[in-house]
């Protein structure tokens, strides 16, 4: 168990995370680590099976603690089906069926991937009861650690509160490996987090909300650890997988210590899974939750300049001064990194942020402009900015003709 003391109304937090492990070659300490369990259900998709999940399987069968593996289709989205087939796969049946016997339920799952397969099987293990834990396969999301997870149900796409994991292993090696957009999305994620703690703070003046200095802290320095080693990202840099992952977690941490994920989901995420859902109403696979997100991000930056440029003095824009310095930095970055857009229809854009103020109950600035009777107009004027700004000056050369 993870613990502290806080100065918060809530004194002290603490979450069930036994052991975090990250380290090169890591994935040969897995069956060393989960030595306690002996009927260990393994989860992966097709490709996190072979990157990882058949190695992991080897060293739990060798140490006599596998119970069973099952891989899903790629790609395995967190969707009620999904979910629905490891349910089902979960118990293992007696080689002579007696429909009076109970089945052999795994006393632990282990995800091996990331996002998808990692909210998958918390929420298994949420309704089983039975704890897991999670072999990350890529840096790509904060959920390794956190105490919610957004699946999609039907058309929808809905925050549950689910396990947290019991262990987080990251292999340094195998996560340096993975698709490049993964990486992307990782950073996509946390720089998320400015938006998120200035929605937060707004909320906490106008609105009386809880909120706790030493996790917003603790969130801004795992941002702030992300975002230096972001630039070395593409060069495959062992250190900057490393600062990258254990930010990641971190922010999760910090997630499950709050008991909810608002230190680290506002406007940005709202607006970036609505586009999500968008997808998947239209019967396509969504795109990267962290590409969206960054998106999202880039979107709500503009928001708060155009509202800063605004408003009288006061407490809001007050507080949109304090993380004006962080917003420069996110503008400088994707100079450098290149966060790829999927949206850039304005139709589609307009929609994603009108939406994303009802995708969860959150207070954030998009409510805030609402009820003021300005959101649909921030949404349309931002949209010219975010495009120029983001997408074509960073894009010209393969775009050198998009006119919005």
């Known amino acids: 168990m993870i613990e502290m003391d806080c100065t918060c109304v809530q004194k002290h937090h603490s979450i069930p995370t036994e052991v975090i492990e990250v380290s090169e070659h890591a994935i ?16 992966a998709d097709e490709n996190t099976y072979e990157v990882a999940g058949r190695r992991a399987e080897e060293r739990l069968r060798e140490a006599g603690l596998l119970s069973h593996s099952l891989v899903l289709p790629s790609p395995a989205l967190p969707n009620a089906e999904n979910i629905g087939k490891v349910l089902m796969e979960a118990g293992r049946d007696r080689e002579v069926y007696d429909i009076n016997a109970w ?15 990692n909210d998958t099987c ?38 549950y509160n689910c396990s947290i994991a019991r262990h987080i292993i990251i292999d340094l090696s195998i996560n340096a490996q993975a698709p490049y957009p993964l990486l992307l999305s990782g950073v996509g994620d946390m720089i998320g987090k400015y938006i998120a703690l200035l929605d937060w703070e707004i909320s906490r003046e106008l609105n009386g909300e809880y909120y706790c200095e030493k996790i917003a802290g603790m969130v801004k320095e795992a941002t702030d650890q992300c975002m230096a080693a972001a630039p070395a990202l593409e060069d495959r840099s062992l250190e900057a997988i490393r600062a990258t992952s254990e930010g990641l977690i971190l922010s999760g941490e910090c997630i499950a210590f709050c008991g909810s994920s608002r230190p680290a989901s506002g406007t940005e995420h709202m607006i970036g899974q609505t586009w999500e859902v968008m997808d998947v109403e239209e019967g396509k696979v969504p795109n990267l939750h962290g590409i ?56 589609r854009f307009v929609e994603g942020v009108l939406r994303g ?48």
């Open 357 to 404: 103020r009802t995708f969860r109950e959150r207070y954030t600035i998009l409510q805030y402009l609402y009820d003021r009777g300005k959101l649909e107009e921030y949404a349309e004027a931002v949209y010219d900015t975010v495009m120029e700004k983001y997408f074509h000056q960073t894009f010209k050369e393969e775009f050198p003709e998009w006119e919005g």
């Open 103 to 117: 089945s052999l339920n795994p006393d632990y799952i282990l995800a091996v991937g990331g996002g998808s397969i």
């Open 28 to 43: 040969e300490k897995t069956a060393e680590i989960l030595k306690d369990y002996h009927r260990i259900f393994l989860v």
């Open 292 to 347: 969206e997100v960054g998106e999202g991000v880039f979107t709500a930056m503009e928001i708060f300049r155009r509202l800063y440029g605004e408003i009288e003095e006061g407490t809001v824009k007050n507080l949109i001064e304090k993380y004006l310095p962080a917003f420069d930095k996110i503008e400088a970055l994707q100079k450098v990194l290149k966060l790829p857009f999927t949206v850039t229809d304005r139709a």
């Open 122 to 159: 918390r929420m298994v293990s949420y309704r089983l009861g039975i704890p897991y834990g999670v072999l990350g396969t890529a840096p790509s999301m904060d959920g390794y650690a956190s105490v919610v997870a957004p699946l999609l149900n039907g058309r929808k796409k809905i925050v």
